[in-house]
């Protein structure tokens, strides 16, 4: 089966193409590099020992889209081109709606025109906004409280409303929790462009010596240590939930929404152990305020991926911290 990977030289992506071959897929990446790198490419090459067909391009592109679909004999997609981070959405709402939402419309028209209809979106646990409490489960309210988070709520509804009544449409929605970790080769990983927003990367750079020291954002939280908890997942765990949405579209159709976590939460402070421990490295950091938007804690009730997708995370917060480590100690700028 011939998979359509959009944003596929991104984090998520590149990881998820590793499991694509492993499993028998053939995956095509279409990305606009705008928040990832070519040099990525070549890594995938290296790790899969095949050639991945690949488009520089936008996915609003719809002429080129066409192409492209219809010549690589595209059956089925997975969607996670998208800009991503919270503050800039927030500063440029306009740019997040129409890159995330206008243009996924745009695609759906062309998967549409060609008869391709099976799409894993890639949603985020964000789409809670502030949960009641915790474990969360799918049936919780959605409840985005910034642009990002909206136009993930905006594209789920999109796919339900395109498996409505009988339709051909298979659609799956995954919320993910909070992916780390790397490929255990160390040759691809997370690469974030300037002064990194989320935690794990910003730890793994004070470890590095190339930030002077993290700030956390409050301890006055009402959690285990009064640091913010959440549920961090290994992201080949994560890409692995992908091939078992895919397995799960090739049997039903209509629209299923899944959660992806580990079902834990883990503190920032344990988060800093856990990684000073892996690195052997200190990371230097100084308690500060409470960064606005934020919420206390947040965990996956994880069971219905265990009952629909048959997909449960294996690796462990060690295990994460590692290949975090790996990656960024063999890569200390990234792809460039
Ligand atoms: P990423 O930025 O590393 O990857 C996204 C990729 O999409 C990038 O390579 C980017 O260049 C590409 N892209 C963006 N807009 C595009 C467009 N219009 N056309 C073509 N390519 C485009 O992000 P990631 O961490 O790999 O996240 C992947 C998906 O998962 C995103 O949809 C993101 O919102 C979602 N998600 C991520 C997290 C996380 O913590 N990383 C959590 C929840 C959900
Ligand atoms: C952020 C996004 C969320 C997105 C998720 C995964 C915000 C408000 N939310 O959430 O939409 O789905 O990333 O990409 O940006 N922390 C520090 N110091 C730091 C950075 C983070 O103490 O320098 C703390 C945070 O307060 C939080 C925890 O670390 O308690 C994790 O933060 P982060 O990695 O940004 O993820 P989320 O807050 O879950």
Redesign the pocket.
């Known amino acids: 089966m011939n998979v359509l990977v ?2 596929g ?5 590149s990881h998820t193409v590793v499991e694509l071959v492993a499993a028998g897929y053939k995956p095509v990446i ?7 790198n070519r040099g990525c490419l070549s890594r995938l090459h290296t790790i899969t020992n095949s050639e991945i067909p690949f488009y520089h ?4 592109d719809s002429t080129k889209m066409r192409q492209i679909l219809s010549k690589e004999k595209i059956t089925g997609v997975i969607h ?5 981070a919270v503050g800039e959405s927030v500063a440029k709402p306009l740019s997040y709606y129409a ?1 995330n939402v206008s ?1 996924t419309i745009s695609f759906l028209e062309d998967l549409e025109h060609l008869g391709i209809r099976q799409v894993v979106f ?5 789409v809670y906004g502030n949960p009641k409490s915790v474990p969360i489960s799918e049936d919780f309210e959605v409840h985005a409280i910034n642009p990002y988070g909206k136009t ?1 709520s905006i594209i789920e509804e999109l796919g339900r409303d395109l498996c409505a009544n009988d339709s051909p449409w298979a659609w799956v929605n995954l919320r ?1 929790f ?2 780390i970790g790397a490929h255990e080769s160390g040759l691809i990983g ?1 690469d974030p462009k300037g002064i990194p927003n ?1 935690l794990l990367p910003y730890i793994a750079k004070v470890a590095a010596g190339s930030l002077p020291e993290l700030v956390v954002f409050g301890d006055d939280w009402p959690t285990i240590d009064g640091t913010g908890v959440r549920d961090y997942i290994h992201v080949v765990d994560l890409a692995k939930g992908h091939i078992e949405a895919l397995r799960y579209m090739e049997r039903n159709r209509g629209e299923v929404t899944v959660n992806l976590g580990t079902g834990s939460g883990v503190s920032v402070l344990e988060l800093i152990s856990a990684f000073e421990k892996a690195s052997g490295r200190k990371v230097p950091y100084r308690i500060g305020p409470r960064r606005q938007g934020d919420i206390a804690e947040c965990f996956a009730d994880s069971t219905k991926a265990l009952k629909i997708l048959n997909w449960r995370a294996h690796f462990n917060l060690e295990r994460m911290c590692q290949d975090s480590w790996r990656w960024q100690a063999q890569n200390q700028r990234g792809y460039e």
């Open positions: 959009t944003g030289l991104g984090y998520i992506g279409v990305d606009s590099l705008v928040n990832s391009m936008d996915i609003s996670f081109a998208a800009l991503k890159n243009s890639s949603s985020s646990a964000t993930k993910y909070n992916p997370e989320n």
